[in-house]
Nanobody
Framework: QVQLVESGGGLVQPGGSLRLSCAASGRTFSRYTIGWFRQAPGKEREFVGAVRGSGGNTYHYADSVKGRFTIFRDNAKNTVTLQMNRLSPEDTALYYC??????????????????WGQGTQVTVSS
């Protein structure tokens, strides 16, 4: 069982930065792939990025955020952070972190993840 809590959302101007955190409970945190997803109003939830667990620590990003967003993982603290730079209004969404053990073909899909946080709102506006 893993419980996830996101934090760090807020209002930021276009071009600004935010850092989201995902804090997890559970002794087996390091085994899980942690994914970040987002859902904008009226749109489906979409993949943002993920970091593999079990020592793999490989990183995957959606094309829309590659080069702007970076994921950091700290297994000692059971946390994963999402550093978001050069934000634009199109990044406005509710951001979720999720934990699972997806095969590669499901890593970018909601179905690949078992545990979900409640989400944290990111609003990019002037």
């Amino acid at each position: 069982q893993v419980q996830l809590v996101e934090s760090g959302g807020g209002l930021v101007q276009p071009g600004g930065s935010l850092r989201l955190s995902c804090a997890a409970s559970g002794r087996t945190f390091s085994r899980y792939t942690i994914g970040w997803f987002r859902q904008a109003p009226g749109k489906e939830r979409e993949f943002v990025g993920a970091v593999r667990g079990s020592g793999g620590n490989t990183y995957h990003y959606a094309d829309s955020v590659k080069g702007r967003f970076t994921i950091f993982r700290d297994n000692a603290k059971n946390t994963v952070t999402l550093q978001m730079n050069r934000l634009s209004p199109e990044d406005t969404a509710l951001y979720y972190c999720a934990a699972g053990q997806p095969i590669l073909s499901r890593l970018r899909t909601e179905e690949g993840y078992t545990y979900w946080g409640q989400g944290t709102q990111v609003t990019v506006s002037s």
